[in-house]
């Protein structure tokens, strides 16, 4: 599978027009747990990326639910600074944001930090739910 290559655009906050592009990163195996990723301009010297995570694969009703039940957030905090759950998408996704740095290298080290994170809790999830069908098959 060849590697994709990422943009992060920074989105205008009052029109939510894509204005400009702001770098190029390249996420590895984890990419396909990026739902989107853009940045805003919240103060003259602040830009705050926004990325929202998601699973790797489409996941059954059941899962869906129980998913969201056992993610711990917690295994991204060190990471971000805040995370939520984004409940109207077909697969379960999380917002999360974190400042922005011009510094190729360190931004893209940090989304790969945020992705790495991700998928590991995203597998103990898997594990953790894997005898749990029962429990969130409604009759």
């Known amino acids: 599978m060849e590697e994709t290559v990422i943009v992060m655009m920074l989105k205008d906050k009052k029109t939510g027009f894509l204005e400009k592009e702001l770098g190029c990163y390249h996420l590895g195996e984890q990419q396909n747990m990026v739902f989107n990723i ?3 301009q919240l103060s003259w010297q602040d830009i705050t990326v926004f990325l929202k995570l998601t699973c ?24 971000v ?11 379960p996704v999380w917002m999360v944001s974190f400042p922005f740095t011009e510094n190729q290298q360190k931004m893209e080290q940090r989304l790969q930090s945020v992705l790495q994170a991700h998928q590991k809790e995203l597998l103990c999830v898997y594990e953790a739910i894997a005898d749990k069908k029962e429990d969130y098959i409604e009759e």
């Open 38 to 40: 853009y940045a805003e």
């Open 56 to 79: 790797e694969r489409d996941v059954d009703d059941w899962e869906y639910n129980a998913i969201l039940d056992y993610y711990d957030t917690e295994a991204l905090r060190p990471f």
């Open 81 to 91: 600074d805040t995370i939520e759950e984004v409940l109207d998408e077909y697969n």
